[in-house]
């Protein structure tokens, strides 16, 4: 790797970049939201970058990766469409009739439900979706709701990893490796599926006492014709989810990128779906969590021009060269770590100019992308801070406590270090084995 001189520009970024990155971390402290901080350190990016010389506002334009735009936006407005159909809630409560009351059954099946459908719709769109219903089932079963809840914030996060669109980094990463639907998901559904076969196991030894409980007799089996409201719209969605699923399958042959897919996808469902209110539909859309990528892709632009990433990846450089393996592994817990303290879509966005520049001066740095997968997604279940859907997860129980006068029902840190914070440890420690023993796979050159 070249040997890059530190200058004014490069300190410049850097200190722009560590004071918005500062601000997003510690939003629960100021009480200003992170896409804040994020659109000023964007705007700090091009107006300095313009007074010195090294980022403008066309480059900065050109820095926005907006296949990840295009394609979050067009994802968020077909769940917006399908969540007023009751589909959800009456899958949910399909759930609860199947398990027949035994308790470990019902989580397994849940949490296997939130696992799919966070293969196509992101872990937060998911447990919005069923938390509330988990919530529900757990009322009229006169059960300790804590095991699910806990089980669906962990296995969306866990489910996620598997495909291209099913967590924000995966996109991130897909979209600067050039990495397709298929190829995304042959390499990461073992490592995914060994995770979740450990994380419903590790749920099942952590809350034995909970799920040892026995349930008030309920009849759920009409529970979910009842929620199913709108039938027409419903099933076309999914006949529209199925169809996706193929086009993301073939979408580099077509020549398509995933945003392509997800565009069109909506663009069907609008036409075929009769009681779809437009303006309310895209009115649902997170314009919140689009600002913060744009935000996001703009800085990292802006220190990609004056080569600091690529200054400290040379740092770097001569111990991935001695040891791929273990710099894998390595970057694997560094990501994961990270990701359980502080959001993984800034510690993605910072490594992804790193892992460019390695490979620029010719460095195998292939297993280096599926470790940083691993570890964002992995990660995520480290604390209650770890993702999104954790933080969803968390509120609603402690929203739940107050309502029913009973502390017992919320999820506090300590109750997420005891019983989410293992998992994410057994999580890990399968998928290192599964990468070191499939390490030649890995560290095969992506087509």
């Known amino acids: ?84 159909t009751g589909g959800f809630e009456a899958i949910a409560y399909k759930i609860g009739h199947l398990s027949k009351g035994r308790l470990f059954i019902l989580m397994a099946l849940m949490g296997t439900v939130v696992s799919l459908i966070s293969l196509m719709l992101d872990n937060v769109t998911t447990v919005v979706i069923f938390g509330p219903i988990i919530v529900l089932i757990s009322s009229a079963l006169k059960v ?33 490796k050039g990495i397709d639907f298929n190829t995304f998901f042959i390499h990461m559904s073992g490592v995914v599926f060994v995770a979740y076969i450990a994380t419903i196991f590790s749920l099942k030894y952590l809350f034995r006492k909970e799920l040892a409980e026995k349930p008030e007799p309920m009849d759920l089996s009409t529970a979910h ?21 193929i086009l993301f399958i073939f979408h580099h ?21 009769p009681n779809t209110d437009m303006d309310e539909a895209f009115g649902k859309i997170e314009i919140t969590l689009l600002a913060f990528f744009i935000s996001l892709f703009v800085i990292v632009g802006g220190v990609e021009q004056t080569h600091f990433l690529e200054y400290l990846g040379s ?55 599926w470790a940083l997968a691993i570890g964002v997604g992995m990660g995520g279940n480290g604390t209650h801070l770890g993702s999104t859907a954790n ?45 070191w023993l499939f390490f030649d796979f890995f560290a095969q050159p992506i087509p």
Do not use: C
């Open 225 to 245: 014709k009842n929620y199913l409201t709108d039938k027409i719209t419903w099933h076309r969605s999914l006949f529209v989810l199925g169809l996706m699923v």
């Open 1 to 84: 790797m070249e040997n890059y001189i530190f200058d004014t520009p490069m300190l410049i970024s850097a200190i722009i970049m560590l004071f918005t990155f500062v601000g997003i971390f510690t939003e629960g402290l100021h009480g200003f939201h992170r896409t804040k901080f994020a659109m000023l350190g964007a705007f700090s990016m091009i107006v300095v970058g313009q007074y010195y010389g090294f980022y403008s506002p066309d480059e900065a334009i050109e820095a926005i990766d907006w296949n990840v735009v295009f394609l979050l936006g067009a994802m968020m407005t077909i769940v917006s469409i399908m969540i007023p």
């Open 391 to 435: 933080v969803f997860i968390v509120t609603l129980s402690e929203r739940l406590a107050r309502e029913k006068n009973d502390p017992s029902l919320a999820i506090t840190p300590m109750v997420w270090f005891k019983k989410g914070t293992p998992v994410m440890l057994v999580t890990l420690i399968t998928s290192s084995i599964v990468f």
């Open 253 to 273: 042959t077509l020549g398509w990128d995933a945003w392509m897919v997800a565009t069109l996808g909506l663009t069907l469902l609008l036409f075929i779906a």
């Open 144 to 176: 300790n709701p804590i095991p699910y809840l806990l089980a669906a914030a962990l296995l969306s996060d866990t489910g996620g990893v598997a495909t291209l669109v099913g967590d924000p980094p995966n996109l991130m990463i897909g979209s600067a």
């Open 315 to 369: 740092h770097i450089e001569p111990f991935v060269r001695s040891d791929l393996l273990m710099a894998s592994i390595i970057l694997m817990w560094s990501a994961a770590v990270l990701s359980a303290m502080i959001d993984n879509i800034p510690f993605t966005a910072a490594m992804i100019p790193i892992l460019t520049g390695m490979e620029a001066q010719g460095i195998p740095a292939t297993p280096l992308w």
